[in-house]
């Protein structure tokens, strides 16, 4: 019975601390995002720069550059790579743009570089953009021909309106507007952080009631069990009402707009605002810090206002409506992987990796592979956790064999990547993923452990020609198939 109520507790926490942490000012955007991207955006457009015939020296660094610029999670990158993918872009730049976006964005390098040094920061950025182009092109290769088949249609539309369908002004100015409210919210700059106005609510139970969401949830950053806050409990309060309200609001509003509509944004826009707020209990009540971010997220949902009102109404119809879609595609979805998660951390022990990974052996390199697909963080969280490790004796190469696959291959993005793509094609990403992150960290292990650099080049040109081969004979394979 112990063991079951440490279970339950543990997913429990794991859901209750990402809900509260990590959702509101990141995958809430997010999704507003790939609703107007699937909306509002010509789908010519999409198909010009990441459809399947558009020239590879384009399509990929394009996607990678996108992907560079958002500071997101897997999770977070989901709705994106759903909202292009769905619009017509080729499986490869789509992937590409999956892998790259929480490995290798900008954020993510500066922290690592910040924290882990500058030589991490280096080969992820290097490797991400190799493997992340890399895996794209072996996708795109292995399943050309059910890509062709699905993009057939959108590139005969995209061929006739060529040339003549680029995206409306003010299109791109909402589309500027929610992306910034996703960078606000996520980046760790001063301005954001600095405190402009404080004040305190009284409440003399503000301190015990905090403990009590402590015994309950309990602090663990060994496993990255983050706790829940007076502040978390009820941003997750705020987030069940606009789904309550979101069902008829959002699910119905291609029907007409409707007063559940209006009390869905206007919650969704409180709770960003309340989500950037600095929250505390202490012993005189809740101690609350107005901070830049608290007015960055504020002047951001109050601007969208006036810029909605120039697009016709049903314009926006479908955008509130492609928004609720990919809600209910993914968020179900995520929920369950963020749980299932907490559940298996439970019976995993930090102590564990640190004795296998404190070589560069292919097992421990495996090691950070799997321990980033169950013992999952979210991005800036795996740095910290990763220097940690490295304290602890894990060897560099497996540190960035995790680094590498933390960010991609968490349990709740399989589920999420085989409802959008389809199960095979998901696995096959996974396990390319699983292998190139494997490489890598066997690759700069063996760097760091000083292998001459053309021992490395055999070794990474033999690799490179063994995956050759084995495309090879899948393409072989498929076209007598067809045949």
Same mark, same amino acid.
């Given at each position: 019975m112990d063991i079951l109520v440490s279970t339950l507790q543990s997913g429990a926490a794991s859901l209750a601390s990402y809900l509260a942490a990590h959702v509101l000012l990141c995958l809430v955007p997010a999704f507003f995002i790939a609703g107007a991207l699937a909306a509002l955006v010509p789908q010519q457009s999409i198909i010009r720069f990441l459809g399947p015939d558009a020239p590879k020296t384009l399509s990929y660094p394009a996607a990678a550059g996108a992907g560079s610029l958002l500071a997101?999670?897997?999770?977070?990158?989901?709705?994106?790579?759903?909202?292009?993918?769905?619009?017509?872009?080729?499986?490869?730049?789509?992937?590409?743009?999956?892998?790259?976006?929480?490995?290798?964005?900008?954020?993510?390098?500066?922290?690592?570089?910040?924290?882990? !040094? +500058?030589?991490? $920061?280096? %080969?992820?950025?290097?490797?991400? /953009?190799?493997?992340?182009?890399?895996? *794209?092109?072996?996708?795109?290769?292995?399943?050309r021909r059910e890509d062709a088949a699905r993009t057939a249609n959108n590139a005969a539309f995209a061929d006739r309106g060529h040339g003549s369908v680029t995206i409306a002004r003010q299109t791109l100015v909402f589309l500027a507007v929610l992306v910034a409210l996703l960078i606000v919210g996520t980046l760790k700059v001063d301005w954001l952080s600095a405190p402009l106005l404080s004040a305190i609510?009284?409440?003399? !139970? +503000?301190?015990? $009631?905090? %403990?009590?969401?402590?015994?309950? /949830?309990?602090?663990?950053?060994?496993? *990255?069990?983050?706790?829940?806050?007076l502040q978390g409990l009820a941003l997750i309060m705020l987030l069940l009402a606009?789904?309550?309200?979101?069902?008829?609001?959002?699910?119905?509003?291609?029907?007409?707009?409707?007063?559940?509509?209006?009390?869905?944004?206007?919650?969704?826009?409180?709770?960003?605002?309340?989500?950037?707020?600095?929250?505390?209990?202490?012993?005189?009540?809740?101690?609350?810090?107005?901070?830049?971010r608290s007015v960055a997220v504020a002047l951001l949902c109050a601007s969208?206002?006036?810029?909605?009102?120039?697009?016709?109404?049903?314009?926006?119809?479908?955008?509130?409506?492609e928004t609720w879609r990919f809600i209910k595609m993914i968020f179900p979805l995520l929920v369950v992987g963020v749980f299932l998660v907490g559940v298996i951390r439970n019976f995993i022990e930090p102590e564990w990796v640190e004795f296998i990974a404190g070589s560069n052996t292919v097992l421990a390199n495996l090691a950070g592979v799997v321990f980033g697909v169950f013992m999952y963080f979210p991005t800036l969280v795996e740095v910290p956790i990763a220097k940690?490790?490295?304290?602890?004796?894990?060897?560099?190469?497996?540190?960035?064999?995790?680094?590498?696959?933390?960010?991609?291959?968490?349990?709740?993005?399989?589920?999420?990547?085989?409802?959008?793509?389809?199960?095979?094609?998901?696995?096959?990403?996974?396990?390319?993923?699983?292998?190139?992150?494997?490489?890598?960290?066997?690759?700069?292990?063996?760097?760091?452990?000083?292998?001459?650099l053309t021992t490395l080049a055999l070794i990474v040109g033999g690799f490179i020609l063994a995956l050759a081969v084995a495309v090879h004979l899948i393409e072989r394979a498929q076209r007598l198939a067809v045949g």
């Open positions: 997101v999670c897997s999770c977070t990158i989901q709705p994106l790579f759903a909202g292009i993918y769905s619009k017509g872009a080729g499986l490869g730049p789509a992937i590409t743009f999956l892998f790259f976006a929480p490995a290798a964005n900008i954020l993510a390098l500066s922290y690592t570089g910040v924290a882990l !040094g +500058a030589d991490f $920061a280096i %080969a992820r950025i290097v490797l991400a /953009l190799c493997f992340g182009v890399g895996i *794209g092109l072996l996708m795109a290769l292995i399943y609510v009284p409440w003399d !139970g +503000a301190s015990s $009631a905090q %403990a009590l969401l402590d015994r309950w /949830l309990p602090i663990n950053a060994l496993k *990255g069990e983050e706790g829940l806050s606009i789904g309550l309200a979101a069902w008829r609001g959002l699910g119905q509003v291609d029907r007409g707009v409707n007063r559940l509509t209006h009390l869905t944004l206007g919650l969704t826009s409180i709770t960003l605002v309340f989500a950037a707020l600095i929250v505390r209990a202490d012993g005189a009540g809740l101690a609350l810090t107005l901070t830049g969208l206002i006036p810029l909605a009102r120039r697009f016709e109404l049903w314009d926006m119809q479908q955008w509130l409506w940690m490790f490295l304290s602890l004796g894990m060897h560099p190469g497996p540190l960035i064999a995790y680094l590498m696959a933390d960010p991609e291959l968490s349990l709740q993005s399989i589920l999420i990547t085989s409802a959008i793509i389809g199960k095979l094609k998901a696995w096959t990403y996974v396990g390319l993923v699983a292998l190139f992150s494997t490489a890598a960290g066997l690759t700069y292990g063996a760097w760091v452990d000083g292998t001459p």
